[in-house]
């Protein structure tokens, strides 16, 4: 079994989150009394998060890249950055590192391919929706990405950052997501699927609250570890 290196704390609700669904991909696979081999990483999110809102995302990568080198002298294989958002600065961490880090939009993007979807709505901070670091590399394995209006965005951002990140579940921020997906649904009956391309929003919605197929990136990237951590060719 490979040892896996999470770059967590980004927030620690999801870092959690990453841990329980690792540990208990090993225990299905392996049984008896095998348990996931991680090394952790969990930063402080406040001193990322004001980067990310002043767009310092340099200095933000610079963190994370000294934080990656720490879990490559640990002894980690790989590495998994247990948020969406941070894989916008994903190529200047790895060119920094000799181990490899696994993308979490190619491990969603596999998936909805091998799941034959078309079209898919794509839910995250603003920065996700926004810009082009995970919808392009969804894009390349054929699958359409679907964006919500300014408006939108910005409710779904604030649900994120207001209360998501701080553990904070409500029946109003669910249905605003859902109302959310209707309104992109009616617009576009082509849409097949919805991406929740931020690692909190698994927390807030599931499957049994829409009437799509579903991809949790956080699920998603958890499997592709699993799969690499478990194989026994050298990645």
Not at 15 to 21: E, I, M, P
Not at 42 to 49: A, G, L, N
Request: charged share 25%; proline share 1%; with cysteine.
């Amino acid at each position: 079994m490979k040892t896996i290196g999470l770059l967590g704390g980004m927030s620690w609700e999801s870092t959690q989150t990453y841990y329980t669904l690792l540990n208990e991909g090993i225990k299905k696979s392996l049984g008896g009394f095998h348990s996931c081999k991680i090394i952790l990483y969990s930063v402080d999110f406040h001193e990322i998060e004001e980067l990310q809102r002043e767009g310092k995302w340099e200095e933000a990568g610079q963190i994370l890249t000294k934080n990656a080198k720490s879990l490559e002298l640990a002894g980690a294989d790989f590495i998994l950055i247990c948020t969406n958002t941070m894989h916008k600065i994903v190529h200047r961490i790895q060119k920094e590192i000799h181990i490899p880090i696994i993308h979490i939009a190619q491990a969603t993007g596999k998936e909805l391919k091998r799941s034959k979807s078309h079209k898919a709505i794509l839910l995250g901070t603003r920065f996700t929706m926004e810009g082009d670091f995970i919808k392009s590399v969804i894009e390349s394995f054929g699958i359409k990405i679907i964006t919500p209006d300014k408006e939108d965005i910005t409710k779904i951002d604030t649900i994120i950052f207001e209360e998501l990140v701080h553990g904070i579940i409500t029946q109003k921020s669910k249905e605003t997501y859902i109302n959310i997906v209707n309104k992109l649904k009616k617009a576009d009956n082509a849409i097949d699927s919805v991406i929740l391309g931020c690692t909190e929003i698994g927390l807030l919605l599931h499957k049994k609250d829409i009437p799509l197929q579903i991809f949790d990136t956080t699920v998603l990237h958890v499997k592709e570890a699993l799969h690499v951590a478990l194989c026994e060719d050298n990645i």
